[in-house]
């Protein structure tokens, strides 16, 4: 029987993305230029934001496995470079000031296909890199491959952090924007899955777990550590 939300968190793994960084702006324009890169017509946010929320930016286009992994790569090249579109998240400092000031080691684990350091360097413009004592990311662009239903999985990457950060899953929480990574992280065994509501998925779009928290933004992150803690804010 799955367990509810260990009050006991003192390892936290971060996703990126729509999670600490706004980049619905940046991921439609890198969208864009990889459509045209293969001579596909560019498409307007709203039908992006659909493909992207349904996990289906590479499969809605019907490509075979290998140029698929092309097309992926060419998409976070091209949204690596746009970096001047990113902007912190309402709360995103603050929630990780106060796990730091806790003594609670947090980790980065993003499905960027970038180096550790160039996401370091990114946060750095940011002021976060010195909260994270490990980043883990997918690694350089050649070595980027979808799973077979054209996904990017992070199961990987969640034992990596573990493994750096010598941590049990029971033990950590995973906080994303993405449902479809919560239910990786519930199926990894994280003690606790936190679901931010900045990447315009609804509360209900997320798994119906006791070990599943969800707020609007990072702004909540202090009442949730009280309400987890059982003290007042």
């Given at each position: 029987?799955?367990?509810?939300?260990?009050?006991?968190?003192?390892?936290?793994?971060?996703?990126?993305?729509?999670?600490?960084?706004?980049?619905?702006?940046?991921?439609?324009?890198?969208?864009?230029?990889?459509?045209?890169?293969?001579?596909?017509?560019?498409?307007?946010?709203?039908?992006?934001?659909?493909?992207?929320?349904?996990?289906?930016?590479?499969?809605?286009?019907?490509?075979?496995?290998?140029?698929?992994?092309?097309?992926?790569?060419?998409?976070?090249?091209?949204?690596?470079?746009?970096?001047?579109?990113?902007?912190?998240?309402?709360?995103?400092?603050?929630?990780?000031?106060?796990?730091?000031?806790?003594?609670?080691?947090?980790?980065?684990?993003?499905?960027?296909?970038?180096?550790?350091?160039?996401?370091?360097?990114?946060?750095?413009?940011?002021g976060l890199d010195s909260y994270f004592a490990?980043?883990?990311?997918?690694?350089?662009?050649?070595?980027?491959?979808?799973?077979?239903?054209?996904?990017?999985?992070?199961?990987?990457l969640f034992e990596r952090a573990c493994a750096?950060?010598?941590?049990?899953?029971?033990?950590?929480?995973?906080?994303?924007?993405?449902?479809?990574?919560?239910?990786?992280?519930?199926?990894?065994?994280?003690?606790?899955?936190?679901?931010?509501?900045?990447?315009?998925?609804?509360?209900?779009?997320?798994?119906?777990?006791?070990?599943?928290?969800?707020?609007?933004?990072?702004?909540?992150?202090?009442?949730?550590?009280?309400?987890?803690?059982?003290?007042?804010?």
């Amino acid at each position: 029987m799955a367990q509810s939300a260990d009050p006991g968190t003192r390892t936290w793994l971060f996703d990126l993305d729509g999670t600490l960084v706004a980049s619905v702006e940046r991921f439609h324009a890198a969208y864009c230029a990889a459509l045209g890169a293969i001579g596909r017509p560019e498409v307007d946010e709203p039908t992006f934001l659909a493909r992207y929320r349904s996990g289906e930016l590479a499969t809605s286009l019907s490509l075979p496995a290998d140029a698929a992994d092309g097309f992926w790569r060419r998409l976070m090249e091209f949204f690596v470079a746009r970096g001047d579109l990113a902007s912190l998240l309402p709360g995103a400092d603050e929630a990780l000031a106060q796990l730091a000031a806790r003594g609670d080691r947090i980790a980065l684990v993003t499905g960027r296909a970038a180096s550790e350091e160039a996401v370091r360097d990114e946060l750095r413009g940011h002021g976060l890199d010195s909260y994270f004592a490990s980043v883990v990311t997918l690694g350089e662009l050649s070595g980027l491959r979808l799973t077979a239903s054209g996904a990017v999985t992070k199961i990987r990457l969640f034992e990596r952090a573990c493994a750096e950060l010598e941590i049990e899953p029971a033990a950590a929480a995973l906080v994303t924007d993405w449902p479809v990574e919560l239910d990786e992280g519930l199926e990894f065994g994280f003690g606790t899955c936190v679901g931010v509501l900045t990447g315009g998925y609804r509360r209900e779009d997320f798994p119906a777990d006791p070990r599943v928290r969800t707020v609007a933004d990072l702004t909540e992150f202090a009442h949730l550590l009280a309400s987890m803690e059982g003290v007042p804010a």
